[in-house]
């Protein structure tokens, strides 16, 4: 599924820094729609993990994550079944769960077997907040994706469509915290991750080194005041129809 992402990040040696922890996913197919039980649910699994072996050039992957598997997918047991027989294997070394909605990291985090769960979460989406707090508790890292928001949280939300009316002005509210603090919205909404110690990892994507550099930057300043996240907290939007962008209508 990330065949040219692990190439490249193979030939890059990025892999082999002391502190790098490269993690990629498999079964992607859980979220497409699919559901193959058994020997052939293993199968397909051990295929890819192989495949990721192979392009990054690694004898053990250091984090693989299940692709959004459901409730049911994963409180059935065969993939934590299948996970750890890759453990056993040193095939793998932790073992994480991307996932959607509030029902499967609930059933992630009651599995007590998960070392890393992924969420979406951000200034105009914290529906995850209790999710996020329990696995701190049960000692499980959360990485964080969608911090911007599909661009909501960036410049690029003044072309969200009317239809996204309460989003777009929610974030032109952050906007307006961000220009009083003297910072850029992506800056304060990268920032505003951070400075929750429950989470461990805060995913960027990007296509250009100069976005990827002043996240860095974001990154290395101190967690917001408590009177700042009192403030974005109350930025929030509830509405799913709001904040998941696969319920969007379609941007231009």
């Not at 939300?157 to 850029?184: C, F, H, M, Y």
């Amino acid at each position: 599924y990330y065949k040219e992402s692990e190439r490249r990040i193979a030939e890059s040696g990025i892999i082999k820094i002391p502190g790098v922890v490269v993690g990629t996913k498999c079964a992607n197919f859980l979220e497409q729609g699919e559901d193959p039980r058994g020997a052939e649910l293993e199968k397909r699994i051990r295929e890819e993990v192989e495949a990721s072996l192979k392009a990054l050039g690694v004898e053990t992957l250091q984090l693989l994550s299940l692709h959004c598997p459901s409730k049911e997918q994963i409180e059935r047991g065969e993939l934590i079944q299948i996970m750890q027989k890759l453990k056993d294997e040193n095939k793998v070394q932790w073992t994480g769960v991307s996932t959607r909605g509030e029902e499967a990291p609930q059933a992630a985090i009651k599995s007590e077997f998960f070392d890393v769960i992924q969420v979406a979460y951000s200034i105009l989406d914290q529906r995850m907040a209790n999710i996020i707090e329990e696995a701190q508790k049960k000692g499980i890292t959360i990485v964080n994706r969608s911090v911007l928001l599909k661009g909501a949280l960036t410049p690029a939300g003044e072309r969200l469509p009317n239809k996204l009316a309460l989003l777009k002005e929610n974030s032109r509210r952050v906007a307006r915290i961000a220009d009083r603090l003297g910072i850029t919205l992506t800056d304060l909404a990268i920032r505003f991750s951070l400075s929750n110690p429950a989470i461990g990892v805060v995913l960027i994507g990007t296509s250009k080194a100069s976005h990827l550099e002043s996240a860095a930057k974001a990154a290395e300043q101190e967690p917001l005041p408590a009177e700042i996240l009192n403030e974005l907290k109350e930025c929030a939007v509830g509405d799913p129809n709001q904040v998941d962008p696969a319920r969007w209508p379609p941007l231009d």
